[in-house]
C-alpha cells in the first residue's frame, strides 16, 4: 500500500459546527502532516507528527485541533470555523528524518465553511 | 521567515516546446525537492536533489542544483498535454523539519 487516504473528501460546515478529518496511511511512515492549500497558492505547513507526538504547530488557531491516536492515522478536528478556513486540506506522511523520499500526500478534503 | 520564490508564475506553451521553471532562495539550502499538482490533484513527489550542481533526470524531464545550493530549475523538453499541472519547488526549513513549499509555476500545455 502506497497511499494516503483521506476522508471526506468534500465537507461543507456551518460556523458552529464540529467535524473531522481523518488520515491513513499504511506504508510504515512514522512522519504525518497536515497541510491547507488555497486556490492557487502552494501548500501551508499546519502541524508535524513524528513518532505520533506533536512536533510542530505552525501558530495554527485552536479551532484546528490535530490528534494522532496511532502509527497509521492522523485526524484533524474541526470547532468553530470561519469562512476564510474554506480550503483544501491535505495529509502527508513520509520516513521519518527529512523525508528523503519525499512526501506521500493524500488526495486532501475540499472544506467549505458557510 | 525563509521563502523560496518560483518564476514564472505561469507559462502557456505550445504542445512540443520546452519549458522551464525557476526556484530561488536567499539562503543556502541542504536539499530541495519537486512536486507537481496536476488541476484538482495532490502534489505528487518527483525528486530531491542534494548535492552542489547535481544534475537529475526522469524521462523529458531534468532537474538542476545550483552549484551555491542557493537555487534549482526544472526543464520539460517537449512538452505533453499530461505536463500539465502547477510544479512546485520545496526546501526544508526551520532547522530541517519543516518541508516549505515554493510559489509554484502553473503550466498549461495547448495543442
Known amino acids: 500500500d502506497t497511499e494516503v487516504t483521506q476522508t471526506p473528501k468534500h465537507l461543507v460546515m456551518g460556523m458552529t459546527n464540529k467535524k473531522s478529518l481523518k488520515c491513513e496511511q499504511h506504508?510504515?511512515?512514522?512522519?504525518m502532516y497536515w497541510y491547507k492549500q488555497k486556490a492557487k497558492k502552494p501548500p501551508e505547513l499546519m502541524f508535524v507528527y513524528s513518532y505520533e507526538k506533536l512536533s510542530i504547530n505552525e501558530s495554527v488557531p485552536s479551532r484546528f485541533s490535530p490528534e494522532c491516536p496511532n502509527s497509521s492515522l492522523l485526524n484533524l478536528h474541526l470547532h468553530a470555523l470561519q469562512p476564510e478556513d474554506s480550503a483544501l486540506y491535505l495529509c502527508?506522511?513520509?520516513?521519518?528524518?527529512?523525508?528523503?523520499?519525499?512526501?506521500?500526500f493524500g488526495s486532501g478534503t475540499r472544506l467549505t465553511v458557510v | 521567515g525563509q521563502q523560496v520564490m518560483q518564476i514564472p508564475q505561469y507559462q502557456h506553451v505550445q504542445e512540443g516546446e520546452d519549458f522551464t521553471t525557476y526556484c530561488n532562495s536567499s539562503t543556502t539550502l541542504s536539499n530541495i525537492q519537486w512536486y507537481k499538482q496536476r488541476p484538482g490533484g495532490h502534489p505528487v513527489f518527483l525528486i530531491q536533489?542534494?548535492?552542489?550542481?547535481e544534475v537529475k533526470k526522469q524521462k523529458r524531464l531534468t532537474f538542476q542544483f545550483g552549484e551555491a545550493k542557493k537555487n534549482s530549475s526544472l526543464h520539460i523538453t517537449a512538452t505533453q498535454t499530461t505536463d500539465v499541472g502547477t510544479y512546485f519547488c520545496?526546501?526544508?526549513?526551520?532547522?530541517?523539519?519543516?518541508?516549505?513549499f515554493g510559489t509554484g509555476t502553473q503550466l498549461k500545455v495547448e495543442l
Open positions: 502527508a506522511s513520509s520516513l521519518l528524518g527529512q523525508g528523503a523520499y519525499g512526501y506521500t
Open positions: 520545496a526546501a526544508f526549513t526551520g532547522g530541517g523539519n519543516k518541508l516549505t
Open positions: 536533489l542534494v548535492k552542489s550542481g
Open positions: 506504508m510504515g511512515h512514522r512522519a
